[in-house]
């Protein structure tokens, strides 16, 4: 483009942009170009007034642009053709606008806003700047760039051109580019720093305003401050035009903007040197507006610290000091920022001028002078507070004494005014003597020596005095005070001249000095941080050295080389070389290994060089100690005087530091090779500890490298069996190494390791090292380096045990020597730490390169390499931790994609070689999917994706699976269990069945495999849990037999992971390899092994006997054949027997109790070895007997029984509901109890308790036979084989109750089976008991024949004619009379303690035996004693009485599905006897118990079906209680109210009880409910219809007439029986017309429901309500006059009709004719 037209263009007016003419595009911020331009104004105009309504909505200050911006009028105007004046007022509206929408731009509102500003005013066009400021602050993100492309900025020319760039991709602007613009061009600088102050005018500093200033103000401060700090230099005119505004902020009273500007001074002052009189300007301002803003008094202060500190000129005048002083908490401000950085610059400043404030003024006071109090509290609190550091203290101490002498010059001769100044200092003077005696003492000692005018020494001895107090003891005339003021004088002058004293008592032994005196000040004075005074007192020390053991020699001058410091003060190389000497010198410390150890490790650090200057005090103390007596005081240190003179000739002139270093590194290394094991050891532990101080020192530094690279180069050739000295000094490195790598380097490093680099590279990099430590400069890289080298060398010494394994495709760690695994645990280390460096950062060809020589030097050839990856991959399982390290998720996931890799490595060795590897390695990464964490699978699945498996290998069908489902196994860790269980569940039918089998023997063989570790195989079978079948059984069948017999052999040897396997393979039996069992009798013999192998291997695992009994389920069990079924019910029953951990009888009893039993098996296990079967009765027993007797040939001894066993068996019956077949137990049973009668039955315990279990198991199968079969139990029990004989013999042989007890229960069901049986036996108990008379009391013969009528004839009278029973006993009426009398002496005759719990236990009985016909004879009992029974007894047996009724309630819910009238008389009976027990009690004690009724009918475990039973209740106890029931009838409102709309069939569609009775149900809720309600609001008189109760009430009562549910019988009666009284007296309870309405109303409306039956009920309810109200419901009328014209034409006749009705009988209650109103 030519000039001409280039001065054209920019001549141009935007109006002439050919883009405001186009048709086809149109500029446009939130759409596209072409789209925007298919949109009309008014769109957009809309568009615009509903975001700017949003703003409003937002921040009311948008409101003033509705009548400008956004007007009716805005979109007619057209401002190209608009004069001057209007354009600008025009402007200033968008600028207003844009300023008040930038804290907003982000938002959808704000851009809609903005999009019609561009549509109408073309203000990218017009208002380009404007526009840019507003959306500035957004620069980094997309909407910033979408308004950026809306300009025309492509002329190169263009103030804004510097944006184009970013226009045509689109990118964000990225901030280093703002930054660098704001350094180049100072215009748009200004534009920044104008957009703040152009919103402060808009926005005013008001601190409502802050929040929206907040992001601009951010955007400013960040970028200004970027630009100061990237600019190179800054230029005069840069901080001409930044000056003002940084006036303006300093000024401002916003807290945001003033504390941005206190960081752009900050910066300022860091990045230039300022003229004098602007920094004294600067700090000027800064200390006078510090009180304005007090929420940024500590920011100000750090700004002036750093002012003072940048820049050259110190001198800010006093008024900054005045404005400081002023601040209250100036003090504790600077505590708080001397805590953490330096603020010695502004006290160098204050502290001066502090003391001159304090010194009283030569003129007169006036009356604004500060007071000098403030300033001498603020100096006060300065000395207490804050450390002086930086000379400070002396900078103060030399204040103090140049004023005290200047004033005194003055005023010497006014004694009031120095007095006066005495005073004023004194207080002051002790306390900096008490904090810094140095400074003060330093500040004499030179003053001393300057001071020769004799006025001058006057002053001096005064202010002396003001820091010296008076002594106690021996006067010192040097001293001018007590010896042991002296000693302890915060003066060094004087603890100096005390010393000399303290020598010369030692030397002429001077009496009265006790020894602990001397030694205690002596050791003081060793402390002491004064040189001078340290050397005297070494003095004092050689001359009572006697006096000191030798530990205590050794600790006193060890501290000193501890505290060395030659750097600090050369007067230390003379105190180090005297302590040497000493140290050297005695004789007695060569006696003591030990203590010369302590030594060398001491005084090691001081014999390293530090620098290459070999005059320095560092290098002849180096050199010293070589050439001394220390070397000879250990064999570590041997030959180094001659070494060290050696190299030090060698050394070239600069390089002294690492050529006397490396020697001295070799021969420590060469010296320790020479030592014995044990002193070895334990000399690299001391060795290490030295190299491992953490410091900031240099020396200790360059300790650490040299005493490392000895450890380093001699370790590996030491006496070293089990590589624990070379495990002590990785660890060393390890930690150094990562601290290292972790550290952000800005470069990479400069030197790169290759196989050759060591000693040479080693050398140059330890003298840079030195050489940046001296300069101050940072070491972080030359150190990493030299961390690596020393790696590499360590890498390199290591050599491969000879018993490490070789050819192994698994690295076993369980199965190695401790050599091996230590070994392994350093390759682990060492991959580990050098895999971090490798992955990224500034080291990483290094750190790829020492992984490469891990892997050429240890890990040579593929079978290696992956055997070690595999052990990384998979050794996270292990519980035992055999390396005694760790191998966490982020080593793991490293070492996958190190294996990914690899196995992409396109070398062909690998992959050849790679063959023998590739079962490990795919099953390593297999386990890994089901990892619970999701990198680590993730980290798997890549690896395994790079595992080329030919289809020919086994693992094929599991490569390719998994690999199919990369994304769901990612997600999930239960995916891989889930997708092999089905892959090998499709296996058994598939067509490549026999691939997929290969595939899970290939997998199972690893487990069989010595090498490969146990846990591997732990995890792989949790991998397979949804694997089963016979296949995998068999192949875990070696395993698992070799596993039990270690266990039993010596279970202390078995491993954690062992015994986890162990337990994961019992798992496999299930019902799928059940049939194993019977194929395979060792798969049989295994798993009882199993059951009889009790050990626990760790606490918090079970044993492997319980994890057997865990598989025995109620599946498994059923598939196994009889004859396994036989063998393990009788290990079980063993083990019953045997076991005596209580934790196995539970397991042995849970398990009987789930599994389904053959009757026929538990025979066989009850019945003893060579029983004669033919032996049936007691009579034939003894028949059998004698003919034995008389014959005595051939005796048939019937075989013992095992009476323990068989007793346990009984027990395990007593609760087994899962028997098969129970009627072939009867013989057998029957057998035992005759054993049992047995006169002589020694090895028989309990007799009794024997025969109990016998008589209970025999009547669970008569109760089981009569309900499970749908057959006569006559025909299922053998009536020959039943013995009642027996059962009778029991009850007369017996004397136990227990036992008559189940024998009378017995007769009682098998009278119901055998009745005529039963009656033929039941006439010898009466006998019987006739003739025990004679030898027991009436009562038992009573109890006796009392529980036979009641178990027995009952039975009998069920299944016989009572004539049978009259003949036998008597007239049928003479048994109902005896059977009435017997339970009215039940009832009022027995006490409540012995009849309650019979009554419970007899309640529980007749349930459980479904004889509830008889519930309700025991409830007339229970009923008639509680009747009886007076309130001190009803309160002490009221718990019981309560827990009972809660069970006997329970009784509907208990039976769901049973009859419901039958449920209902049973329910019935109960209520009635509980309601007794209600009305006998007191309100305090009956209003807990119907609440716990309430909660009980709640529990949300429990069935629905308690609603009813409590509902039923609550309503009969409002009958009983009438108006006393509204005091506990509160809670029942809200609970009403729910059942009301839950049961209700227009509410819900949702069954309210889960039955198929539900309706039934539903519909006696209901009744219940209504009835209560009904109850309720007839007795109420306390007002208990509340307004709220009324409203929660109202609409579920109305409601109901409506709910059609049960049918239309159902809902008629419920209608007219139940909610007609209901709603009626509900009004009447109600007793407010206010109310009466809204009732009224909603009655009304049920007359337009669409069923005539619900029209036909709200009529019914309406005239009830109608009689209940009377007159009041003439207010009411008018508005049910529509509604029952409305019905008096129903297409229904029997509404119509019924309507008729209603109006009449309305006229009747009323008294007034309606006619008129239709």
């Known amino acids: 483009m030519t000039s001409l037209a280039q001065q054209l263009k920019r001549l141009a007016l935007p109006q002439t942009d050919p883009s405001l003419f186009g048709l086809r595009q149109v500029a446009s911020l939130l759409f596209d170009h072409k789209e925007a331009a298919t949109i009309d104004r008014d769109t957009f105009y809309a568009l615009g007034c509903t975001g700017l309504e949003e703003l409003i909505g937002i921040d009311d200050s948008f409101a003033i642009f509705e009548e400008t911006l956004f007007s009716s009028t805005s979109k007619t105007m057209?401002?190209?053709?608009?004069?001057?004046?209007?354009?600008?007022?025009?402007?200033?509206?968008?600028?207003?606008?844009?300023?008040?929408?930038?804290?907003?731009?982000?938002?959808?509102?704000?851009?809609?806003?903005?999009?019609?500003?561009?549509?109408?005013?073309?203000?990218?066009?017009y208002n380009q700047d404007l526009l840019i400021g507003c959306v500035l602050p957004y620069h980094e993100t997309k909407v910033f760039v979408r308004v950026i492309q809306l300009l025309k900025i492509e002329d190169p020319t263009h103030k804004w051109n510097w944006l184009h760039p970013i226009q045509k991709p689109g990118v964000p602007l990225a901030r280093s580019t703002l930054i660098t613009h704001c350094c180049k061009d100072m215009g748009f600088m200004e534009f920044i720093c104008s957009l703040v102050t152009k919103a402060l005018k808009v926005f005013s500093e008001e601190s409502e305003n802050e929040a929206k200033l907040r992001v601009l103000i951010s955007f400013y401060v960040s970028t200004i401050v970027a630009a100061l700090e990237t600019a190179e230099s800054i230029s005069h005119m840069f901080v001409a035009k930044l000056l003002p505004y940084v006036q303006k902020g300093l000024k401002s009273s916003l807290v945001d903007y003033k504390a941005a500007t206190y960081m752009i001074v900050c910066q300022l002052a860091v990045k230039t040197i300022m003229e004098p009189r602007l920094v004294k300007a600067l700090a000027s301002q800064l200390s006078?507006?510090?009180?304005?803003?007090?929420?940024?008094?500590?920011?100000?202060?750090?700004?002036?610290?750093?002012?003072?500190q940048s820049q050259q000129s110190k001198d800010v005048g006093k008024k900054p000091f005045l404005h400081l002083c002023k601040v209250p908490e100036l003090v504790s401000v600077l505590q708080k920022i001397s805590s953490s950085y330096d603020a010695s610059p502004l006290l160098e400043y204050l502290l001066p001028n502090l003391v001159r404030s304090i010194v009283p003024s030569s003129t007169e006071p006036q009356a604004d002078d500060p007071d000098p109090e403030m300033f001498k509290k603020h100096l006060e609190a300065i000395l207490i507070n804050i450390p002086l550091q930086k000379d400070l203290d002396k900078l103060l101490a030399r204040t103090f004494l140049e004023e005290f002498l200047t004033y005194g010059e003055q005023h010497q001769a006014d004694d009031d005014k120095m007095s006066e100044l005495r005073q004023s200092f004194l207080p002051l003077i002790r306390l900096l003597e008490k904090k810094y005696p140095e400074a003060l003492d330093s500040v004499l000692e030179r003053q001393l020596k300057e001071v020769k005018d004799q006025d001058k020494q006057e002053l001096f001895h005064q202010f002396i005095a003001l820091s010296t107090s008076g002594g106690k003891h021996e006067l010192?005339?040097?001293?001018?005070?007590?010896?042991?003021?002296?000693?302890?004088?915060?003066?060094?002058?004087?603890?100096?001249?005390?010393?000399?004293?303290?020598?010369?008592?030692?030397?002429?032994?001077?009496?009265?000095?006790?020894?602990?005196?001397?030694?205690?000040?002596?050791?003081?004075?060793?402390?002491?941080?004064?040189?001078?005074?340290?050397?005297?007192?070494?003095?004092?020390?050689?001359?009572?050295?006697?006096?000191?053991?030798?530990?205590?020699?050794?600790?006193?001058?060890?501290?000193?080389f501890d505290r060395a410091d030659l750097s600090q003060d050369d007067g230390w190389y003379k105190a180090i070389e005297k302590a040497t000497e000493l140290l050297v010198q005695d004789s007695s410390i060569k006696d003591h290994p030990e203590l010369c150890n302590r030594v060398v490790m001491a005084v090691i650090p001081h014999m390293v060089f530090t620098n290459n200057v070999v005059s320095s005090a560092e290098s002849n103390m180096a050199v010293y100690l070589g050439r001394s007596g220390v070397c000879h005081l250990h064999p570590l240190l041997k030959g180094w005087s001659e070494a060290l003179n050696g190299s030090l000739e060698k050394a070239?002139?600069?390089?002294?530091?690492?050529?006397?270093?490396?020697?001295?590194?070799?021969?420590?290394?060469?010296?320790?090779?020479?030592?014995?094991?044990?002193?070895?050891?334990?000399?690299?532990?001391?060795?290490?500890?030295?190299?491992?101080?953490?410091?900031?020192?240099?020396?200790?530094?360059?300790?650490?490298?040299?005493?490392?690279?000895?450890?380093?180069?001699?370790?590996?050739?030491?006496?070293?069996?089990?590589?624990?000295?070379?495990?002590?000094?990785?660890?060393?490195?390890?930690?150094?190494?990562?601290?290292?790598?972790?550290?952000?380097?800005?470069?990479?490093?400069?030197?790169?390791?290759?196989?050759?680099?060591?000693?040479?590279?080693?050398?140059?990099?330890?003298?840079k090292y030195i050489v940046r430590l001296n300069a101050g400069e940072s070491v972080d890289m030359v150190e990493a380096i030299l961390l690596m080298l020393m790696v590499k060398t360590f890498m390199n010494n290591l050599k491969c045990p000879e018993s490490f394994p070789k050819g192994e495709t698994w690295w076993n760690p369980v199965a190695m020597d401790s050599l091996s695994k230590n070994y392994l645990q350093l390759l682990v280390g060492m991959f580990d730490v050098i895999v971090?460096?490798?992955?990224?950062?500034?080291?990483?060809?290094?750190?790829?390169?020492?992984?490469?020589?891990?892997?050429?030097?240890?890990?040579?050839?593929?079978?290696?390499?992956?055997?070690?990856?595999?052990?990384?991959?998979?050794?996270?399982?292990?519980?035992?931790?055999?390396?005694?390290?760790?191998?966490?998720?982020?080593?793991?996931?490293?070492?996958?994609?190190?294996?990914?890799?690899?196995?992409?490595?396109?070398?062909?060795?690998?992959?050849?070689?790679?063959?023998?590897?590739?079962?490990?390695?795919?099953?390593?990464?297999?386990?890994?999917?089901?990892?619970?964490?999701?990198?680590?699978?993730?980290?798997?699945?890549?690896?395994?994706?790079?595992?080329?498996?030919?289809?020919?290998?086994?693992?094929?069908?599991?490569?390719?699976?998994?690999?199919?489902?990369?994304?769901?196994?990612?997600?999930?860790?239960?995916?891989?269990?889930?997708?092999?269980?089905?892959?090998?569940?499709?296996?058994?039918?598939?067509s490549k069945a026999s691939q997929k089998l290969s595939a899970l023997k290939e997998l199972l063989s690893l487990l069989q495999n010595p090498s490969c570790p146990t846990y591997v195989g732990n995890?792989?079978?949790?991998?397979?849990?949804?694997?089963?079948?016979?296949?995998?059984?068999?192949?875990?069948?070696?395993?698992?037999?070799?596993?039990?017999?270690?266990?039993?052999?010596?279970?202390?040897?078995?491993?954690?992971?062992?015994?986890?396997?162990?337990?994961?393979?019992?798992?496999?039996?299930?019902?799928?390899?059940?049939?194993?069992?019977?194929?395979?009798?060792?798969?049989?013999?295994?798993?009882?092994q199993a059951l009889k192998t009790p050990q626990v291997i760790s606490d918090g695992m079970p044993s492997f006997q319980m994890s057997a009994l865990g598989q025995i389920t109620k599946a498994f069990f059923s598939a196994l054949d009889g004859t396994v079924q036989q063998k393990l019910l009788g290990v079980l029953f063993d083990l019953?027997?045997?076991?005596?951990?209580?934790?196995?009888?539970?397991?042995?009893?849970?398990?009987?109790?789930?599994?389904?039993?053959?009757?026929?098996?538990?025979?066989?296990?009850?019945?003893?070895?060579?029983?004669?079967?033919?032996?049936?009765?007691?009579?034939?027993?003894?028949?059998?007997?004698?003919?034995?007797?008389?014959?005595?040939?051939?005796?048939?001894?019937?075989?013992?029984?095992?009476?323990?066993?068989?007793?346990?068996?009984?027990?395990?019956?007593?609760?087994?509901?899962?028997?098969?077949?129970?009627?072939?137990?009867?013989?057998?049973?029957?057998?035992?109890?005759?054993?049992?009668?047995?006169?002589?039955?020694?090895?028989?315990?309990?007799?009794?308790?024997?025969?109990?279990?016998?008589?209970?198991?025999?009547?669970?199968?008569?109760?089981?036979?009569?309900?499970?079969?749908?057959?006569?139990?006559?025909?299922?029990?053998?009536?020959?084989?039943?013995?009642?004989?027996?059962?009778?013999?029991?009850?007369?042989?017996?004397?136990?109750?227990?036992?008559?007890?189940?024998?009378?229960?017995?007769?009682?069901?098998?009278?119901?089976?055998?009745?005529?049986?039963?009656?033929?036996?039941?006439?010898?108990?009466?006998?019987?008991?006739?003739?025990?008379?004679?030898?027991?009391?009436?009562?038992?013969?009573?109890?006796?024949?009392?529980?036979?009528?009641?178990?027995?004839?009952?039975?009998?009278?069920?299944?016989?004619?009572?004539?049978?029973?009259?003949?036998?006993?008597?007239?049928?009426s003479q048994l109902s009379a005896r059977v009435t009398a017997l339970k009215t002496t039940l009832a009022t005759k027995l006490s409540a303690r012995v009849l309650l719990p019979a009554v419970t236990k007899c309640y529980c009985h007749l349930v459980d035996a479904q004889q509830e016909n008889c519930i309700g004879s025991l409830m007339d009992i229970l009923r008639e004693h509680i009747a009886a029974m007076d309130k001190l007894q009803l309160s002490s047996h009221q718990s019981e009485l309560t827990t009972f009724f809660l069970k006997a309630l329970d009784y509907r819910a208990e039976h769901t599905e049973s009859d419901l009238e039958e449920v209902g008389q049973i329910?019935?009976?109960?209520?009635?006897?509980?309601?007794?027990?209600?009305?006998?009690?007191?309100?305090?004690?009956?209003?807990?118990?119907?609440?716990?009724?309430?909660?009980?009918?709640?529990?949300?475990?429990?069935?629905?079906?308690?609603?009813?039973?409590?509902?039923?209740?609550a309503d009969c106890i409002a009958d009983k209680l009438k108006g006393l029931f509204t005091l506990f009838a509160g809670h029942l409102v809200k609970p009403f109210a729910e059942i009301l709309v839950q049961t209700n069939a227009m509410k819900t569609d949702e069954a309210f009880f889960e039955s198929d009775e539900n309706n039934r149900k539903s519909c006696l809720l209901l009744e219940f409910v209504l009835n209560c309600l009904h109850k309720i609001f007839l007795y109420d008189t306390q007002h208990f219809v509340s307004k709220e109760r009324a409203e929660a009430l109202m609409m579920p009562l109305v409601d109901q007439i409506e709910n059609l549910l049960g049918g239309d019988e159902k809902y008629q009666m419920r209608v007219s029986q139940n909610l007609v009284p209901c709603i009626a007296q509900f009004s009447v309870a109600m007793a407010d017309d206010s109310l009466w309405k809204p009732l009224n109303y909603q009655i009304l409306l049920k007359m337009r429901h669409s069923s005539p039956k619900v029209r036909f009920a709200a009529l019914l309810v309406l005239v009830n309500l109608v009689e209940k109200l009377r007159e009041n419901y003439m207010v009411l009328l008018p508005e049910a006059i529509p509604f029952l014209a409305e019905l008096m034409e129903d297409e229904c006749e029997e509404v119509e009709q019924q309507c008729q009705k209603t109006i009449r009988q309305l006229e009747i209650i009323l008294g007034e004719s309606l006619q008129s109103y239709f």
Request: hydrophobic share 45%; glycine share 4%.
């Open 1467 to 1513: 329910e019935g009976h109960v209520i009635n006897c509980f309601i007794i027990m209600v009305m006998k009690l007191s309100e305090a004690t009956f209003r807990p118990l119907f609440f716990k009724l309430f909660d009980w009918s709640k529990t949300e475990e429990s069935s629905k079906d308690r609603l009813l039973t409590f509902c039923r209740l």
């Open 652 to 767: 070239k002139a600069g390089n002294c530091a690492v050529a006397v270093n490396y020697r001295f590194s070799e021969l420590l290394s060469g010296n320790m090779a020479a030592m014995d094991s044990s002193t070895f050891l334990k000399m690299v532990e001391d060795v290490l500890h030295v190299a491992d101080k953490d410091t900031v020192l240099v020396r200790q530094k360059v300790t650490f490298h040299v005493l490392s690279q000895a450890l380093v180069a001699g370790c590996l050739s030491c006496q070293d069996p089990e590589l624990q000295v070379a495990t002590k000094i990785f660890q060393l490195l390890d930690k150094k190494l990562r601290s290292a790598l972790e550290l952000v380097q800005a470069k990479a490093d400069k030197w790169v390791l290759d196989k050759s680099s060591g000693e040479q590279l080693y050398k140059i990099v330890l003298t």
């Open 78 to 125: 057209e401002r190209s053709v608009q004069t001057k004046a209007v354009n600008e007022q025009l402007d200033e509206s968008i600028s207003l606008f844009l300023t008040h929408l930038s804290p907003y731009f982000m938002l959808k509102p704000a851009q809609k806003c903005m999009e019609w500003l561009i549509q109408r005013f073309h203000i990218h066009l």
């Open 288 to 308: 006078r507006r510090l009180l304005r803003t007090p929420s940024l008094v500590r920011e100000g202060v750090a700004a002036m610290i750093i002012l003072l």
């Open 1019 to 1088: 995890v792989l079978l949790k991998v397979l849990h949804s694997v089963n079948g016979e296949n995998l059984l068999i192949q875990l069948l070696p395993v698992l037999k070799r596993l039990l017999e270690k266990v039993t052999q010596s279970v202390s040897d078995v491993l954690p992971e062992e015994a986890v396997l162990l337990h994961l393979m019992l798992a496999k039996f299930n019902e799928h390899t059940a049939g194993l069992l019977s194929k395979d009798p060792q798969c049989l013999d295994i798993f009882i």
């Open 476 to 560: 010192l005339a040097d001293c001018g005070t007590s010896f042991l003021l002296s000693l302890n004088h915060p003066q060094a002058a004087v603890r100096h001249l005390a010393l000399l004293h303290l020598k010369n008592i030692i030397e002429k032994s001077k009496a009265g000095f006790e020894e602990s005196f001397i030694k205690e000040a002596i050791l003081a004075r060793l402390k002491d941080e004064n040189v001078e005074v340290l050397m005297s007192a070494l003095e004092s020390f050689e001359v009572y050295l006697s006096h000191f053991t030798a530990e205590e020699m050794v600790s006193v001058l060890l501290a000193l």
């Open 1136 to 1372: 019953l027997v045997e076991s005596k951990n209580s934790t196995c009888v539970h397991a042995v009893s849970s398990t009987f109790k789930s599994i389904s039993v053959n009757a026929v098996h538990i025979s066989t296990e009850l019945e003893p070895a060579g029983r004669d079967r033919t032996v049936s009765s007691v009579r034939q027993a003894r028949r059998t007997k004698m003919q034995a007797q008389r014959k005595q040939a051939d005796k048939v001894e019937e075989g013992s029984v095992n009476w323990s066993r068989s007793t346990l068996i009984l027990e395990l019956l007593q609760h087994k509901k899962k028997l098969k077949e129970p009627q072939h137990l009867v013989p057998t049973l029957f057998y035992l109890l005759l054993r049992s009668l047995e006169p002589s039955n020694p090895e028989q315990g309990n007799v009794e308790y024997t025969k109990q279990l016998i008589l209970s198991c025999l009547l669970n199968i008569c109760q089981k036979v009569s309900l499970d079969n749908e057959k006569d139990a006559k025909e299922i029990l053998d009536e020959e084989k039943f013995n009642v004989e027996l059962i009778v013999q029991c009850i007369r042989t017996s004397e136990m109750p227990q036992t008559h007890h189940h024998a009378l229960l017995l007769l009682g069901a098998a009278a119901g089976i055998f009745p005529d049986k039963v009656l033929h036996n039941i006439m010898p108990i009466f006998t019987f008991m006739g003739a025990s008379v004679m030898r027991l009391d009436d009562s038992y013969s009573f109890q006796v024949i009392s529980k036979t009528v009641q178990t027995v004839i009952p039975a009998l009278m069920q299944v016989t004619r009572l004539d049978k029973i009259a003949v036998k006993i008597g007239p049928a």
């Open 836 to 990: 971090i460096g490798a992955s990224d950062g500034a080291h990483v060809e290094n750190c790829r390169a020492l992984l490469g020589f891990l892997f050429s030097d240890h890990l040579k050839g593929p079978i290696k390499l992956f055997s070690f990856l595999c052990l990384l991959w998979t050794y996270g399982y292990n519980l035992s931790s055999p390396l005694g390290c760790t191998v966490n998720a982020m080593l793991q996931t490293r070492a996958f994609y190190i294996g990914q890799a690899l196995l992409t490595s396109p070398f062909d060795p690998i992959k050849k070689e790679f063959e023998l590897m590739s079962s490990p390695v795919a099953v390593s990464l297999v386990i890994n999917l089901a990892n619970p964490i999701r990198e680590v699978r993730r980290g798997a699945i890549v690896c395994l994706s790079a595992l080329n498996v030919v289809k020919k290998s086994l693992l094929y069908p599991v490569i390719q699976t998994v690999s199919e489902r990369i994304e769901e196994i990612v997600a999930d860790p239960n995916y891989v269990a889930q997708a092999l269980g089905s892959m090998f569940e499709q296996a058994q039918t598939s």
